[in-house]
């Protein structure tokens, strides 16, 4: 496939190909979708947005208490809005995060014990209650007890001492919320002494949590974690408990967090075994643990999120080349039969593979499937990742013994890839247009004065994640650069994307230039750190051969990790399978014909819908075309608009993703196609100099903003506002998309996390009522990024007004506006 080898790097093909094992009659019970939660993963309503959180179906997040102050934000009470609104199951709350100190400032038992009862009188009182979890202790092996000491009687004591605890607090929560969900230990690890104590002491004095956790927090865990659950399971068997619920509510390192290849050894190992997990929070909160970029852009960590998302049936048994071995290729699928379609997602090696799908029912499938395979890169915590790409597209005949082999080659080892089965029907499925490709390691590039650096490791698990384990970093001189040399097939444009780091607290600057010839200024957006790892996307134009593109220091200084360039082959689009979208209702599916995406076609009827998740790399309008039989109804940003077969649309869509919701009387569907760069014609732009400011608002002198100035010292009390007067060209939804920025911060002196706050602004349009709207911060006061707010206007002039009584408001750099349903 077209999954091509880094050109830097070394040659996989001299080994023979691993083979991962799937057994579709071997079934583990109904997909559970526990693994995708995240400690402090929702910091604010609306960060991460609802087109976010909506697709992800999250199970279970963990937060801290309403008014805690462990971080700045991330009150569970708060985040329940945006959470339960978008289908959340159940939130954590993290107790002890009431306090201020980390590790917990441990002022006694009794001082805890009134911040117990306040908090779950708040819960006990809220509509939702049901849907909380209390975890009263946090890691309590090494924070108030020492519950690991060698020494057994010394061991024995602090364990006495926390088991008098848990037995008072869990007491006092029962008296307040007699149906509490309570869950613990919570330990760092997995701790079998202890836990047979724990348990042994909670049967018998009638305190047993409702839920198990512990934590797994090393790269060891990806090899030891089966035999902590097997042990476990056996543990409660001997003491006739259970089985309980299992939630590992805090696993992974940074080198795994949104490192696709990483993070489905985590999820495989977790759905497999039936338990819960959610993802450590080892930066700053708002970002589902490293998956979301901004507040609405997916990175490759999120794409593989939403394809476990997309699982239906039963997960069934996959056996990987080395089980239970850390950094090795591992799986998970899933087959449904009502929809006949099989799904296996696998990663975390790089070189040749087969994957083996045994057991392929022909009552189910027929004599033929379509294997349908695409790649979700790492494109790192802050980088942009376009909706996954599709590799290959193949008609693969069952044979005689009821398998398939789908081969992989060049496979990356930080990305995730997936294959779809479908049945193969009748027709050829349209080839996957995979365009040229190379990959280059900025360590292994000519540097001058600069340093390489080695970043997360097996060893160094607490790493940031890096392309190939390092990074270019001290690029801080006047004669600072790297230079690449690279080969390219062809005369034509490239896109070159390049992974960095920023943190020079404002955007700075790279200077480009291919061959020695004259350069160009890349800017790079700050990042939380050096290391944080972002994505920049230029384009270069190259002749066919060898050429050096070298990236030299700017008015700043950046960190380098690896550059990838792309032959550009026209404008980016997309074609979004139908069979494959998010359903309600009893839409059928009908696999007579493979042509298209091969992947068949859903059927629409009254009463049923598909959600697409749609990208735009920009705010701006598209070219979205069903790929329908029949006329369709396409619904988003809270406009609805009818398409005839194959018509092309002009949608305004969102930067990041956008649910875009497809319903028909009666259409059979096989795909949602979208291409376009974003175009802004036919949009009006607004300047902050533009707006009529009042109340201690005025306009701010800065080279960063887009005229020169924005609008600043707005809001903190009802009278500062800032009043634009906008000219719709007609009446209808629109999409105000307010370019913004801030750097609110409260360093509460935590050892790692970044404690970085969010902004809100009242919009209102006219005199109706005012739309709270949430800006997360944006690493500088100088770097301004996006937030698009569904709105309504009339015809003709619409004043616009953004305020906040209360506390400050972002500073505005400038407004755009474009009608969801453009002009053609």
Known sequence: MAATLPASGPAAAAADPQRLTVDLAASEGPVMLGANGALYGLSDDGVPSDAMLEPLKLTSISQKPEGGAQHPNGDALTVSKSFFRNGGGEINVMMQDVYAKWPYEDLGIDDYLPKVDKITKEIAADPNSDRFVYIPFNEPDFIWYKLNLPDQAQYEVERDRFLAHWKTVYQRIRAIDPDAVIAGPNETGYYPRFLRDFLTFAKRENVLPDIMTWHELSSGSLRDFQGHYDNYRALERELGIGPLKINIDEYANRRDLSVPGQLVQWVSMFERNKVYANQAYWDAAGNLDGNVVRSNIPNG???LFRWYAGLTGDTVKVTPPQPNTIDTLQGLASVDTSRRQAQVLLGGSAGDSDVVVRNVSRSVFGGTVTATVAEAAWSGYEGQH??????TRTKLRVAEDGSVTVPLRGMHKMSAYRIVLTPGGSGTPSTASVPWSASYEAEEAAITDGKVYTQGTVSNANGYAASGTKDVGSLNQATSKVDFTVTVPRDGSYDLAILYGNQSGAPATQK??????????VTYPSTENWTYRAKKDVTVSLKAGTHVLTLAKGDAEVTLDRIDLTAREGAASASYEATLADVSGKPSYDYSSSAGVGTGALVLRS???????VYAPRDGYY?????????????LHGETVTAAPGRPLRLY???GNNRVAMTSPHASVRSLDVSGEGSTRGALSYEGASAVLAGGAKLVDSAYASAGSYIGWLGNGPSSTAEFTLAAPEAGRYLLVVHYAHNDRRDNGHAYNTDIMSRTADVTVGSETPKKVTFKNTWSWDDYWTVAVPVDLKEGANKVTFGNASAWAPNIDRIELGRVVGRP
Do not use: E
């Open 301 to 303: 960590g999120w794409w």
């Open 386 to 391: 376009v909706a996954p790409r599709v590799l």
């Open 512 to 521: 480009l230039s291919v061959d020695g010839g004259t350069p160009v200024t």
């Open 607 to 613: 009463g049923d819908k598909a959600v697409f998740d």
């Open 623 to 635: 070219t979205v075309t069903p790929r329908a039989s029949a006329a369709v109804k396409l619904a």
């Open 653 to 655: 869509l969102a930067a």
